[in-house]
């Protein structure tokens, strides 16, 4: 099966198929979850199907295949396996919270990115076309606060602001937008050189439709393999400040900060926390797994292949 | 060429200056008055006025800016705001145990990842290429602490080599710390490798497709001569740029883990500060981390001067 | 390899490089090379020649048994000195590689290593090789740098690479080539990034060098007047495929075969062919003043006056570095002037691009050099040439879309292009739809910034002819950037020749051509190649008597 003209390799398959199914539970969510978000439905880091126990380095999954084996379906009692993934540290169903978890966490993080996104490219791209002041003002700007740690400046600006959803959003798309605005002003800066972008200068055309119809189109490829990088990027750094307790807060249920929530059973050997941690993983190796199938769209043979 | 290196030098210099600037911009600035940010809305119109002048609010903020830089200059980062504690004493000691767990993990991360990098490159599209590019990528993908817990799950619960949790303290001994370090430490030597191994692979790349490669096999050279005598030479300061890169990197990355790990560094300090909303001690955890952050960039970017030959023997 | 084969293929002759049957194939499976002989006896020099994308720098590899990525040799033999190599291992080839054979790549400063000094890369070869010692080949090294006439022989070694110019490197990858003694020489468009002016010193070299130690040599060009200097016999490619092959008297004098003779029929238009002067209106169009241009503290432009009449071409020629780009930079106002001033039909033109009304913007147009990157490959034709037709005249869609189609046709392109987008064309047609743009605009005068030295000489010779018939039918005046005197020679009515920013000369370019020369015009003038076997004699016999009186 062919996608955009070309025949996507098993890795991308499996990424699209991560992607899609991640796609899915954020927009179905609480039509799949089996219970919501806020239910208590068992005991603290009840034990779900899947157990991990190391005999003599020997690693054994274990699983209780309790509620297909005779636990009773209508019945809430905690028994060992009743919740696939088990409860999480108030006795919420597991399942549930990550089905819901993926709405918040995905939206959050695809809002910021778009945001980012139209902030970047519309600055970079002006910095490339009108040059001059605008581009080394916008450039000195972008250098300095890409000389502040990323995170670090997140949580200066959190610290002040305190932590909510629409600073959060706003924070990190204002943040990453630096990114973009390097990525775009170089793409802008690569084309605008070019003779047809000369072309239209000198046909009298105005800054915003050479931006529009002569450098967007041709930057959209390397753009769009860098927003799925952006995304995860912005994915992982949302999770970790959730996961640092400054991210998304309660009561809404979001994959890093199910993380953090659930830190604690570690030590007892419940895998309570690693199940959100795994879902975030997933999402952005699929992602990435997307991404490079598309870079190697791109990409050339280069030297080290040739016939020796 | 020293006049380069002077120049870069001097770069670094004004880039803190201005990092220190943004720093006081979003601290004091922005939030229009931070006294009424921490005591919050049920403060009373008194308790406020004392609070200002406690922080100094009175003043113009030019005046607080260079306050608070020549004090900081002279190691005095002010006193927190929530436990009355002087900022540097508490800040140096965790800085030290910082930096002690991120240069373990680059002395493991740094030859680990370059080699098979360079690895990688001269091997494009073999199997060991394929390996280490799906690994990495796992590897990328994955949030710090999701390979901490999977550390501590494996090495730590189940296995019992390791502690779960890093303690440390002043009085302990060099090889008991690096034991007690050892789970953070690799978990940001996974992070930090396969990024670096990444780049390096691609610089590599990039040098190995250029004309004079080409011009070395049609020598008659070996491969193996072609990319020690001909490729490195030139990859040298790339690679330069992401090992500094990463590590600056590595330091950041270390917020996270610090966490995992429940390991006394700066990380954590600054984590509750910003819980805590203790803006001074924000301010202090800005500035050194940024300060790292410029100072490896700035290292990198004369390196990769000194190493290069166009600029090593000018015209 | 059984050794009856080695006696077959060896045969007793004299055969230095046998290659049989040669097949390449790109990985996608198109086939590059197609069934290619190429024979080469010691001491000779054959000429591979064609057209961009007729596979001769891919065979000039595959001699040395070499494809790059994205390429495999597929078929057919290559003996060197009794040898298949394509039977041999990894090592055997090695050993092959700059011992036997050598290679001289086009671009010097992108083939020397720039983190090694040039003498350590000339003498890599022979050391490695364990043919000398580093004693041995520094003092062989430095007998080449002599031999090449290159500066201070004693002490270029030393430099590294991006401490030489352009034409010294071209000179020091000969050396380097030659470091091993090879028996064969591979010449992949030796001189063709060089200016014309240091062309003709490297060329000279090579030959000498080539002569003085009896190498054989593939030399690889698409230049027919110059391969004619130093080849003995050439070979005609295209597509791959080999056209003919002949003593380089009989290909030049009587081409077997139609394409070839196409080919040298190009090359010696320039002879006879000039331009019309009837086109020529006595009206000036374009009056230049004293004109200075800059960039920063550089002076790129210096006080340069020109005017250009109503249907008339004006040429602008010099070398790469001499301004003469920058004096179009500054005509359409991209790079405002700093002293001077311009007029289009008595009326002063505001300096900057931003100044100007549309239709001053309007009536000058520019066409480029490479039409791959003149023309957005996101947009269709149908949008290239109607945009400047709908911002200018504010028609409709559908008149737009009917001007553009009558363009199209004016430029001699099928009506149903009109969709397409620029990947789908080829580089002549391409070139035709930066005309046609440029024309929609309805110009008086159109800047043609080395029309034609991105085609290949076919396909320039058509762009040439229709941009000819053009002027005619639209009355239009050209200005020609250019640093191709045939061009110049052929649609020219006049010429200034353009040296580091100021015009040495400027007049009728029947004058120019016929002298009394400039200095700097005679040596411009002579340094193109001619395309006769003896040119290159006659040049070095001339140099000979003025440095002797």
Known sequence: ?308 | MLKLIATRALLGLVTMFAVSVLIFICTQILPGDVASAVLGQGATAETLAVFRKELGLDQPAYYRFFDWMFKALRGDLGISLTNQHVIIDELLPRFQNTLFLAGYAAVIAIPLSVGLGILAAIREGRPIDRISNILTLMTISVPEFFIGYLLIMVFSVQLGWFPSLSTVFPEMGFFERLYNTTLPALTLTMLVAAHMLRMTRTSVLSIMSSPYIEMAFLKGMTRSRVVAHHALPNAAAPIITVVALNLAYLVVGVVVVEAVFTYPGIGQLMVDAVAKRDVPVIQACGLVFSGVFVGLNTSADILAILVNPRLRHRR | MSSSATNEVTGGDQRILAIKGLRIEALNGNVIVDNVDVNLKRGEVLGLIGESGAGKSTIGLAAMTYARAGVRITGGTIVIDGVSVRDLDAAGRREMRGRRIAYIAQSASSAFNPAHQIIDQVCEGPIVHGLMTKAEAQAWALELFRALDLPNPDTFGFRYPHQASGGQLQRAMAAMAMSCRPDILVLDEPTTALDVTTQIEVLILLKRLIKEYGTAGLYITHDLAVVAQVADRIKVLRHGKEIEEGTTNDTLHAPKMDYTARLVAVRGASEAERANPDTVKDDVILAIENCSAAYGPLTVVNGVSLTIQRGETVAVVGESGSGKSTLARVITGLLPPIAGRIAFKGEPLPKALKERTKDQKRIIQLVYQIPDVALNPRQTLGEIIGRPVHFYFGTSAEETRKRALELLKLVELPADFIDRRPMQLSGGQKQRVCVARALAANPELIILDEPTSALDPLVAEEVLKLLKRLQVELNLSYMLITHDLDVVHRIAHRTAVMLKGSFVAFDSTQRIFDGPYHPYTEKLVTAVPVMRTDWLESVLAKRAATASA
């Open chain 1, 1 to 308: 099966m062919k996608l955009f003209g070309h025949k996507p390799p098993t890795t991308a398959w499996v990424g699209l198929t991560i992607v899609g199914f991640n796609l899915l539970l954020a927009l179905l969510g609480p039509f799949i979850a089996p219970y919501s978000e806020s239910q208590s439905v068992g005991h603290t880091w009840d034990q779900g199907l899947i157990e991990i126990e190391i005999h003599n380095g020997f690693v054994f999954i274990w699983n209780t295949f309790g509620p297909w084996f005779g636990a009773d379906p209508g019945d809430y009692v905690p028994t060992k396996g009743a919740l696939i993934l088990g409860a999480d540290q108030i006795g919420r169903d597991m399942l549930s919270r990550l089905i819901y978890g993926a709405r918040m966490t995905i939206g959050v993080a695809l809002v910021t990115t778009v945001i980012s996104f139209f902030i970047g490219i519309t600055l970079g791209f002006a910095a490339a076309v009108l040059g001059s002041w605008v581009d080394i003002l916008l450039s000195r700007l972008v250098d300095v606060i890409l000389s502040i740690p990323l995170l670090i400046f997140a949580l200066i600006i959190l610290g002040v602001f305190g932590s909510s959803i629409p600073v959060l959003v706003l924070t990190i798309a204002f943040l990453d937008s630096t990114r973009v605005f390097r990525l775009a002003r170089a793409l802008g800066m690569n084309l605008t050189v070019l003779e047809y972008v000369e072309a239209a200068r000198l046909r009298g055309e105005g800054t915003w439709w050479i931006m529009r119809r002569e450098i967007l189109p041709n930057a959209s490829a390397p753009l769009f393999s860098e927003f799925g990088l952006r995304f995860c990027f912005n994915f992982l750094f949302v999770a970790a400040l959730s996961f640092l307790g400054l991210g998304i807060q309660p009561p809404y249920a979001d994959w890093g900060g199910m993380v953090r929530d659930n830190a604690g059973a570690i030590s007892f050997g419940v895998l309570a926390p690693i199940w959100p941690a795994l879902a975030i993983s997933t999402l952005t190796v699929g992602v990435n797994l997307v991404v490079d199938w598309f870079l190697s769209i791109e990409a050339r043979p280069s030297g080290a292949q040739a016939e020796m």
